[in-house]
């Protein structure tokens, strides 16, 4: 009985140790990239655009109960595109991001990283997850994707490098791990 108990506590602490290990990208199939993300708001083609809001967002500190969709540019350097298109240009981000917070910044970002160029041509990453805007780094989930991407998993980590002039900037790391292949 004694030597059941001590194999049953050494897997359970097995598990736990296995749980609480540190992640290693080279090491569990994890691919790592950046893009950056290019929120044009203002100028004659904006490429995130409001279409919803409720009666009290124009009362709102945070814009609370707001709606924006967006067709962003995605390109591989951090350089300002004025929604022209880039030679940097890899992809769009198309969705939607509506603020969901009363408190803080904090968007509900739902929203396809669609690539047209590079390595990553015709494939796609899905993003869900929630973006407090004012923190230096935010985390979201990879919860799909198609292509080189399909039944993907993974993590984005956003941070923002510009944020001027009618144009937001934000870095993208991309963590994804493809679905193994059948």
């Given at each position: 009985m004694?030597?059941k108990a001590a194999?049953?506590?050494l897997c359970?602490?097995?598990?736990?140790?296995?749980?609480?290990?540190?992640?290693s990208?080279?090491?569990?199939?994890?691919?790592?990239?950046?893009?950056?993300?290019?929120?044009v708001l203002?100028?004659k083609?904006?490429?995130?655009?409001?279409?919803?809001q409720?009666?009290s967002?124009?009362?709102?500190?945070t814009?609370?109960?707001?709606?924006?969709?967006i067709?962003?540019?995605?390109t591989?350097?951090?350089?300002v595109?004025?929604?022209?298109?880039?030679k940097?240009?890899?992809?769009?981000a198309?969705?939607?991001?509506?603020f969901?917070?009363q408190?803080t910044?904090?968007?509900?970002?739902?929203m396809n990283?669609?690539?047209?160029?590079?390595?990553?041509k015709?494939?796609?990453?899905?993003?869900y997850?929630?973006?407090?805007v004012?923190?230096?780094?935010?985390?979201?989930?990879?919860?799909g994707g198609?292509?080189k991407?399909?039944?993907?998993?993974?993590?984005?980590q956003?941070?923002?490098?510009?944020n001027g002039?009618?144009e937001?900037?934000?870095e993208y790391?991309v963590?994804?791990?493809?679905?193994a292949s059948?």
């Amino acid at each position: 009985m004694a030597a059941k108990a001590a194999l049953l506590l050494l897997c359970a602490a097995a598990a736990v140790a296995a749980l609480l290990a540190p992640a290693s990208a080279a090491n569990d199939g994890l691919t790592k990239f950046k893009v950056y993300f290019h929120d044009v708001l203002a100028g004659k083609s904006p490429t995130a655009i409001r279409i919803a809001q409720a009666a009290s967002t124009k009362g709102s500190s945070t814009f609370f109960g707001a709606m924006v969709a967006i067709d962003d540019p995605l390109t591989t350097t951090p350089a300002v595109t004025g929604s022209a298109k880039s030679k940097d240009e890899v992809g769009r981000a198309q969705g939607t991001y509506t603020f969901a917070d009363q408190a803080t910044f904090g968007l509900l970002m739902n929203m396809n990283f669609v690539f047209t160029a590079g390595d990553y041509k015709g494939s796609s990453l899905t993003i869900y997850g929630r973006n407090e805007v004012l923190s230096a780094v935010r985390e979201m989930s990879i919860v799909g994707g198609t292509g080189k991407f399909r039944m993907a998993r993974g993590y984005v980590q956003a941070s923002t490098v510009d944020n001027g002039a009618g144009e937001t900037v934000v870095e993208y790391t991309v963590y994804v791990k493809p679905a193994a292949s059948a």
